[in-house]
């Protein structure tokens, strides 16, 4: 027997896990999120989402998100990659109410007014640090711009009350 070493409980979790995450896929979502699509013509990024049936529940919302899939960055966390970047919302992350059965929803990013807003927050952050702590702070390094070839949506139907999300979907920019 080998002694010192512990056993990793992970498997066991994963095993119970599962079957009520399987359960929860194979529940009608009440609605049909059909079209997530994504294009990019210089500095603008054009967002479609469709659905086809809308939500019964009057308390689901349209979330839709533009990613950065990848961003080399040396954050504060001392993460080197940082996976799945949450770079714009539409709507300021508030959601779009539903139902939109048939109903195409736009947005565009500008990519441009995106990274002019990056380096406002940058600096309001550390006039607010100073402001409400007194400390001079600085960053290790900024992103203020985004690399338009690594970008993605994600669009979801999520219920404001539940917070149960009913339906994803991902599409690259293309």
Not at 147 to 174: E, G, I, M, R
């Amino acid at each position: 027997a080998v002694t010192g070493v512990q056993t990793c409980a992970l498997p066991i979790f994963f095993a119970k896990l599962d079957p009520a995450i399987d359960a929860h896929l194979n529940t009608d979502p009440g609605a049909a999120l059909t079209t997530v699509q994504a294009t990019r013509r210089g500095d603008a990024v054009s967002i479609t989402t469709r659905l086809t049936k809308g939500p019964s529940a009057t308390t689901v919302r349209l979330h839709t998100a533009l990613v950065e899939i990848t961003s080399s960055y040396s954050g504060e966390n001392g993460l080197r990659i940082q996976p799945m970047v949450v770079r714009a919302m539409q709507n300021k992350g508030a959601g779009t109410p539903l139902p939109l059965a048939d109903d195409a929803q736009s947005w565009t990013v500008d990519l441009k007014a995106l990274a002019d807003d990056n380096r406002a927050y940058y600096d309001w952050y550390i006039a607010d640090l100073k402001k409400r702590a007194n400390i001079d702070a600085s960053f290790r390094e900024t992103r203020a711009a985004v690399d338009p070839a690594k970008l993605a949506v994600v669009a979801f139907l999520q219920d404001d009350v539940t917070h149960d999300v009913l339906q994803a979907a991902y599409a690259v920019v293309k």
